[in-house]
């Protein structure tokens, strides 16, 4: 897919308007409790403008930034699958009434999602989500109604966060596929704009909706530039060609043990990651039992409820918990679905209270597998 | 992932906290009785309380009976069991793989059930002996707690009288009563007729039992792609979609609930997977 356009911040502004004209729900990153986090946006000045930030294991700060950058940040502790897979969704209501009961599916909402500033990292994860959901023998309705029809901006990453190993799992850092418009940023003291990719038919129509022109030789760069510099400073990597057969083959080293004496087993790590998809569900009365409903929330491998089975949980210690949730990440992921479950997206590491890092226990037990 | 709702038809006593319920679906038409293979299971709703799932029990050829044998053992359980006649119970299914019924054509079929893992394996029976002359030895080994809690036991009296089925019952605590055997129910596998290179084994009960019967046939010289185990986790949707059934590389409600010994060995010899 070639460069084909330049906008400048009123293009990328006259971009949230025409998707909003267009009917989309305008949804990117904003600045919130120190953090930056997803939400809707109408204007270019909810974005994060002139703000970056610092990531490592267990610590994320904000910073300024010397430019006004809009997109010069890695991911928060959100990801978009908030909003095709919310964490917490009623599936259906009965009505009861002498004896006679009515189910009726939760209706989903009409609104279609555009996604601003999705990182190539996240688009992998929403590709890898798609396979649980919509590929498999059963269609989860609720998330095919939210996922139908996105328009997704993506944004080519200027900067690497200080946990992100995309470029160890080949999902980054430049968007290939799965986008609708690809945006790079280019901000230096002279100029201030954004080189375009079409990616969809839709895209092409959005894009003539906006005011663009042709890039120069310099600007498209420019545009290569900012994702080889990116791909030079990923904060983390991983070797991950063999990690599928690596960890197979070491479900029981002593690094499982090793670790579970720093994991606090809270979860952190599977709430923030982009593909995690597991659920459980809650079903309720009100009190003249007339109305029963039956929620769904996003779950944990982490807690002693998920593996529950009369009377104890299969994965009582916290090593075998660990082990699950990696493992399910890094190489079963491949079995029951065919791609990895991780993307690199370095949020695991990131918000582990104790900066467990995923990268590095790979390493741990490559380094210490016994032969 | 809305259950239909099923009625409570008829529910007889099968032991200590033991009840099986015949369930009929409300919206069925006569077209789209859900057929089940067996060894597959189906997700039971209780309104207001809960989902769990629970095998279907029933004889395949009556399709329209959707048969479960269930023990009170928690919330959703037991609140199952309290239902009168009549009650509405919301119903998904039938999921998962079953037992591999082809594979049992012209082989001895040894049975091993361990509590109420003969719920799940009753289906196959029914299928084997309705159809008995395709079929070798067919060999039922079953171990209960106590004498009082055999499941089905009007049943597997008249089958007992037939002379083209053996069937052992063991009990893990006898009562004075008791004039059979006592212990547990692999140790039935060494002292059982069949032949062990033409034999095809269907297991059922709790993993530790299993892991057992699975190292006396083994012991007895079957094959390990000649037995196949009913496996049991944690189940939240039946359809791949929550997550908790997962057993290493597989989802039990999906690739299972009944593997080939040999597609799982490596799994279940595994502690906390
Ligand atoms: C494929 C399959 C077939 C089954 N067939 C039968 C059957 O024919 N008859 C029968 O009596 N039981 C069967 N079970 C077990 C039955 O599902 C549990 O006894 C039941 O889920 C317990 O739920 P509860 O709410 O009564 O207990 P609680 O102890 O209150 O359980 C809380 C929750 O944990 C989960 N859970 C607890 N125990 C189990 C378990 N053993 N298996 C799966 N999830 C569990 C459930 O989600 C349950 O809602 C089967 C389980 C599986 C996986
Ligand atoms: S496992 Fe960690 S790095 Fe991988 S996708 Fe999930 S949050 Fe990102
Ligand atoms: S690895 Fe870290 S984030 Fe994940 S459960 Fe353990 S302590 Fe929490
Ligand atoms: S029961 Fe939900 S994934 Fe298998």
Redesign the interface.
């Known amino acids: 897919m070639a460069a084909e356009a330049v906008v400048t911040l009123e293009g990328v502004q006259a971009l949230l308007d025409g998707l909003r004209r267009n009917g989309y729900r305008t949804l990117g990153p904003t600045l919130r409790d120190q953090a930056i986090v997803y939400d809707d946006i109408a204007t270019i000045d909810d974005l994060p403008r002139g703000w970056t930030d610092e990531q490592d294991g267990g610590r994320y700060r904000l910073l300024r930034r010397m430019d006004d950058a809009l997109f010069g940040y890695a991911v928060g502790p959100h990801s978009w699958k908030k909003y095709l897979h919310p964490p917490l969704l009623r ?2 209501r ?1 009505e ?1 009434d002498d ?3 009515r ?1 009726v ?1 939760e209706p989903d909402p009409t609104d279609k999602l555009a996604f601003i500033g999705v990182r190539s990292c996240e688009i992998h994860a929403l590709a890898i989500q798609d396979r ?2 919509l590929e ?3 269609v ?3 998330y095919r109604a939210r996922r139908e029809g996105n328009f997704i901006v993506a944004v080519n990453c200027g900067q690497a966060g200080g946990t992100c190993f995309c470029v160890s799992m080949g999902t980054g850092p430049k968007a290939q596929s799965g986008f609708d418009l690809a945006l790079t940023e280019i901000v230096d003291t002279s100029r201030h704009a954004f080189v375009v990719e079409v990616g969809s038919e839709a895209g092409r129509r959005m894009l003539g909706e906006i005011p663009h022109r042709s890039p120069t030789p310099d600007e498209l760069d420019a545009a290569d530039a900012v994702v080889t510099r990116t791909e030079g400073a990923m904060g983390r990597k991983m070797q991950a060609d063999d990690v599928h057969e690596l960890l ?1 083959r070491n ?2 080293h002593g690094r499982w043990d090793d670790v579970a004496q720093r994991c606090l087993t809270c979860g952190n790590c599977t709430m923030v990651c982009p593909t995690c ?9 009100d009190l003249a ?1 007339r109305e ?1 409903s ?1 929620t769904r929330r996003w ?1 944990s ?1 982490f807690t002693m ?7 104890g949980s ?4 916290t090593s ?1 918990r660990y082990r ?1 949730w990696m ?2 990440k890094l190489s ?1 992921w491949f ?2 679905f065919g791609t990895s479950g991780c993307v690199g997206c370095g949020r695991c590491i990131t918000w582990c209270p104790v900066g467990i890092d995923i990268t590095e226990e790979v390493t741990a037990i490559r380094d210490s597998e016994p032969r | ?5 099923a009625r409570l038809r008829r529910k007889r006593r099968d032991g200590p906290q033991v009840w099986t319920l015949d369930l009929e679906l409300e919206d069925r038409h006569a077209s789209e009785a859900p057929r089940f293979a067996p060894g597959q299971f189906n997700m039971l ?1 209780v ?5 769990v799932p629970i095998s279907v029990s029933g004889d395949p050829a009556a399709p329209d009976r959707l048969v479960h044998t269930i023990r009170s ?2 919330a959703v359980s037991s609140a199952l069991t309290r239902l009168a006649p ?1 009650a ?1 119970i ?1 119903f998904r299914g039938p999921f998962g793989t079953g037992w591999p019924m082809e594979e049992t054509v012209a082989r001895d079929v040894v049975i091993v059930a361990g509590g109420l893992g003969l719920a799940p394996l009753r289906p196959a029976l029914y299928r084997l002996l309705a159809d008995r002359l395709r079929y070798g030895r067919i060999v039922l080994l079953y171990g209960a707690r106590s004498p009082e809690d055999i499941l089905f036991r009007s049943e597997l009296e008249s089958w007992r009288r037939r002379l083209d089925i053996a069937i052992e019952v063991t009990v893990d605590h006898a009562t004075s009563a008791w004039r059979g055997r006592v212990g547990v129910v692999p140790a039935l596998v060494a002292r059982a007729d069949f032949d062990p290179l033409h034999a095809i084994a269907l297991v059922c009960g709790p993993e530790v039992m299993m892991r057992f019967a699975v190292a006396a046939l083994r012991d007895a010289g079957v094959a390990d792609e000649s037995i196949y185990l009913s496996m ?3 189940m ?2 039946a ?6 059934c ?1 057993l ?4 039990v409600c ?1 690739e299972g609930p009944v593997f080939r010994h040999d597609r799982i060995r490596g799994l279940l010899a ?4």
């Not at chain 1, 299969?314 to 210690?317: E, K, Q, Y």
């Open positions: 599936l259906w009965a009861h004896g006679g009961v189910v599916a649980v959901f498999g023998a059963y989860d309705p609720h197979l479900l029981e998809f597991c659920t459980t569900v809650e079903d309720s009365s039992g029963t039956r779950d491998c409820d998920f593996s529950y089975i009369h009377g299969v994965r009582a210690s075998s699950q493992t399910h079963t079995d029951q | 992932m809305v259950p239909r709702i709703t309104f207001g309380v809960g989902e053992v928690g009549g509405a919301g049991e986790r944690n939240k949707c359809i791949a979609f929550c997550g908790h997962q290493g590389t597989v989802f999906r595994l502690k906390e997977i």
